[in-house]
């Protein structure tokens, strides 16, 4: 890449990403871990489940682009949909979905998008972004990824259910 970096490069190859904005909402520690791809145990069963629910809910076809992958874009409609397990983080799902909505909108892809929940038959759609708040995340993310060591381990309500908790919390 030649030019001005973008605010959502960390260098000129490592990129802010959706997941990174969707965790950053929840343990910057998770964010750190996996901007140094630390995995999370794979195994773990509410993984297996999300990986279950994009692949009945997500379409084959989705979209890809440097730091992000959309669950699924209809280029008819222009809908990009963030496909979700649970409306518990649905505050990370639209930080997540402006994310994606302000990289395309960048390119001159004129979009919508949609959080779906479908276990739970929501759907909530996001049609204006506001870009100040996407910067923020950004900027949040960065400065987390560029801590020398992961944050603080703080015990949230979502520690117990976390593929990472025994990372933090070993037994």
């Not at 605010?7 to 965790?23: H, K, N, Q, R």
């Not at 649970?86 to 949609?114: C, D, M, N, P, T």
Request: glycine share 6%.
């Amino acid at each position: 890449m030649s030019g001005k970096q973008k605010p959502y490069e960390i260098s000129s190859d490592v990129f802010v990403t959706g997941t990174l904005i969707w965790y950053s909402y929840i343990c910057p520690r998770e964010v750190w871990l996996m901007s140094r791809q630390i995995v999370p145990y794979q195994d773990d069963r509410r993984l297996e489940y999300g990986r279950a629910v994009h692949k009945v809910h997500s379409d084959e076809t989705f979209l890809i682009m440097e730091g992000m992958r959309v669950d699924s874009y209809n280029t008819e409609t222009g809908v990009v949909v963030e496909v979700k397990c649970s409306s518990k983080h649905l505050e990370s799902a639209r930080a997540q979905l402006r994310y994606y909505l302000y990289r395309l909108k960048e390119v001159g892809v004129k979009a919508v998008g949609v959080v779906r929940v479908p276990d739970e038959g929501v759907e909530e759609r996001l049609e204006e972004v506001d870009e100040g708040k996407v910067l923020e995340d950004i900027k949040r993310v960065k400065a987390i990824v560029a801590l020398e060591r992961p944050p603080e381990k703080v015990r949230v309500k979502y520690c117990k259910r976390c593929a990472y908790r025994e990372f933090c919390w070993p037994v």
